[in-house]
């Protein structure tokens, strides 16, 4: 394929034009390499006698740039990467080990801390997972509400990629936005759940708290106000040279590698793979909303800032349509063998008590079974995979994590490229490192 | 600009429209229509087929996994493109099998298949790697190992992942592990505090190009001589 790409970007030296508005000039990018982007072989040298030693370089765990506790080893042929080899590993706590110590209700706590920017949408799909194992039905105000808690927390995940991205590309001003907006997003969720970061919103069978009163006016100021800033961020990256510059034509992965490298989330669609959970696999009624699924045509790291920036978009569509529909009606089903009764009920009545005392200290039991939910998180396909007994622990619980099989992938997007664009490639994966090591 | 197409997800003709399942019995249901394909086509090798929760479990014979993971994705009827994941399972009763579960998807059809691998207790655990078919079963593959200690034959560098090369412990995930660890807190502090930074790099590593004059002297006779670089 032909790597020579030209995009629109704004100079600040092009001057205004007639329509008052900074003038566009064609920039070229990609240039001098063949077959998928990166020119493989090194230019040659000049200095003959330099030629034939290859560096090893070594890149964090401790390194702002790899966005968490990732160790890239690079061995460089001048400043091109011949070879990457990701170390990963630094923050395992083995949650899947202690998972199967723990009840249902106990482990959603824990999927607070496994992707840590997404964490309202992680106790959602726990939850979701676990009820597919006992067999529960969830209320109409509770679909929507989760619908609600799941966009949400997308947008902020995006949000956090947005702004770091900028700032290893070189930009600090979306940063500050884009934290801005994610402040409005945590103070909202300490509305409803009383937590900003370790939410633990969700339980089996429904919410830890229905939403109080006047909360969706917050919400409606959010999904009012939002847009204004990303169109500010999207003017100030989208046509910029510096950031156009750095990011096409980088780490390019084509539709059928992508496919094969298990990728997923925005780096799958980037690639130009038409595969979202939300729509090829619905769950909470997610077919009912009218929605888009952008997808990329070139698979590098521009394409994939795009896409996140259109989902961000498409999210606030849910979100209008979700606030216009949420039904009133219980949060929590009726079923007092999987949800806890009221606490005033608990402290009078026998039968309350009783509930209380064998969900607490017993804990639900699903039947015999397993079940794997998967989900689009802003990474990608979450999946929970759980195992049951008949006991009320499960026997297995696997995380399918989106950044982890994402992160895979690194050595080949960065062979031939410059070493200033590891950092470029690194950031587009969008990784976590708290569910990459669990 | 670019030869890429995009591929579109569901795209076989006469496919329903996706829907939010509802209402999903525990045991029975439509079954997914690639089990029979598997079973005319593998005969034997397919031991058991049951759904559960709506998912289709196929239990196959774990030595000609690569066979029926292969042909899944390359038959066009069938087309898994897509590998979700890799995992396994040991049940709290020991004298069950561990279960070795892959999951798979095809985009085009829109279906979801989840394969199984027994492996009886006592039996090498060891299992045909899928790595030749897709490349994302790399990390899956090592962190499967690294958790239960499953070689997967025939991958290309199956070493540990999540925990350090050195690590002695054993086989975090499985049931005779205890969930503390098998080390007492001074022996794991004592490991950590007198550990060698140098043993952080793989042999690999270690050996490429230039790197290797710069290592200390002692490291460099070590490596030499074919010495691991463990402590």
Not at chain 1, 4 to 27: A, C, N
Not at chain 1, 70 to 94: A, F, M
Not at chain 1, 171 to 186: D, G, I, K
Not at chain 1, 187 to 201: I, K, M, P, Q, Y
Request: charged share 25%.
């Amino acid at each position: 394929m032909a790597t020579k790409r030209t995009v629109e970007v704004e100079l600040s030296t092009t001057g205004i034009g007639r329509d008052g508005k900074p003038q566009r000039v064609p920039l070229f990018v990609g240039e001098g390499g063949e077959g998928g982007g990166p020119a493989v072989a090194a230019p040659p040298s000049t200095e003959p006698e330099l030629e034939g030693e290859h560096m090893l370089i070594n890149i964090g765990p401790q390194h702002p740039a790899t966005h968490g506790v990732l160790r890239l080893v690079l061995e460089l042929d001048g400043e091109t990467v011949v070879r990457c080899i990701p170390h990963i590993g630094y923050l395992h706590c083995g949650f899947e080990k202690i998972g199967e110590y723990r009840q249902y209700n106990q482990i959603i706590p824990w999927t607070d801390r496994d992707d840590y920017l997404n964490c309202v949408g992680n106790n959602i799909a726990f939850s979701l997972g676990a009820e597919k194992l006992f067999g529960i039905e969830i209320t109409p105000r509770c679909t929507v509400l989760r619908v609600i808690g799941m966009e949400l927390s997308r947008v902020i995940s995006h949000l956090v990629w947005m702004g770091t991205t900028a700032i290893d590309i070189g930009a600090f001003t979306p940063f500050l936005w884009s934290f801005q907006e994610r402040e409005n997003v945590y103070n909202l969720f300490e509305g409803w759940v009383g937590a900003r970061l370790t939410t633990s919103a969700s339980r089996v069978g429904g919410m830890a708290a229905d939403i109080p009163d006047g909360w969706l006016d917050g919400l409606r100021a959010f999904v009012r106000t939002f847009p204004k800033t990303l169109d500010e961020c999207d003017r100030m990256l989208t046509k910029n040279a510096v950031w156009v510059g750095r990011t096409v034509g980088l780490g390019v992965m084509s539709p059928e590698e992508a496919l094969n490298y298990g990728l997923s989330g925005p780096m799958l669609r980037a690639s130009g793979v038409d595969y979202d959970v939300r729509k090829d696999f619905p769950y909470l009624d997610y077919e009912t909303y009218d929605w888009e699924v952008p997808v990329g045509v070139n698979g590098d790291v521009y394409d994939r800032y795009l896409v996140r920036m259109e989902e961000m978009r498409q999210s606030i569509r849910i979100l209008e349509q979700a606030i216009a529909r949420l039904p009133d009606g219980p949060v929590n089903i009726d079923d007092p063998r999987v949800i806890l009764p009221p606490k005033h009920k608990a402290t009078s009545e026998m039968e309350s008590m009783i509930h209380h005392f064998k969900n607490v200290m017993e804990g639900p039991r699903p039947p015999i079974g397993e079940a794997y939910v998967a989900v689009e998180a802003p990474k990608g396909e979450k999946g929970y995979y759980m195992v049951s007994d008949g006991s009320a622990k499960p026997v297995r619980w696997r995380i399918r994590p989106p950044s982890f099989v994402n992160l895979s992938a690194i050595p080949k997007m960065v062979e031939g490229h410059l070493l200033s664009d590891v950092i470029a490639i690194n950031a587009s994966i969008d990784i976590v490192m708290g569910e990459i090591d669990r | 600009m670019s030869d890429f197409t995009v591929i579109h997800a569901g795209t076989a003709p006469g496919l329903p429209a996706p829907a939010t399942p509802k209402n999903v019995p525990n045991r029975g249901g439509e079954a997914n229509p690639s089990a029979d394909a598997l079973k005319a086509q593998f005969g034997d090798a397919i031991k058991r087929v049951d759904v559960v929760w709506g998912e289709t479990n196929v239990t196959i014979d774990i030595a000609r996994a690569l066979d029926i993971v292969r042909w899944l994705h390359d038959d066009p009827s069938q087309s898994y493109e897509y590998l979700s994941d890799v995992t396994a399972v040991e049940f709290r009763d020991r004298g069950l099998p561990i279960e070795v579960i892959w999951h798979l998807r095809s985009i085009k059809y829109r279906r979801f298949l989840r394969l199984k691998g027994l492996i009886a207790k006592g039996q090498p655990l060891s299992v045909p790697s899928v790595w030749p078919v897709y490349k994302g079963a790399d990390w899956l593959e090592r962190e499967c190992y690294d958790m239960f200690g499953i070689k997967f034959e025939g991958h290309p560098d199956l070493r540990r992942i999540l925990l350090w090369e050195q690590y002695a412990e054993g086989f975090p995930l499985r049931k005779d592990f205890p969930l503390r660890g098998r080390f007492s807190r001074a022996e794991q502090l004592r490991q950590a505090l007198s550990a060698n930074p140098e043993a952080r790099y793989s042999m690999e590593e270690l050996s490429i190009a230039d790197a290797f004059s710069e290592l200390p002297l002692d490291m460099r006779a070590r490596i030499k001589g074919g010495e691991s670089t463990g402590e």
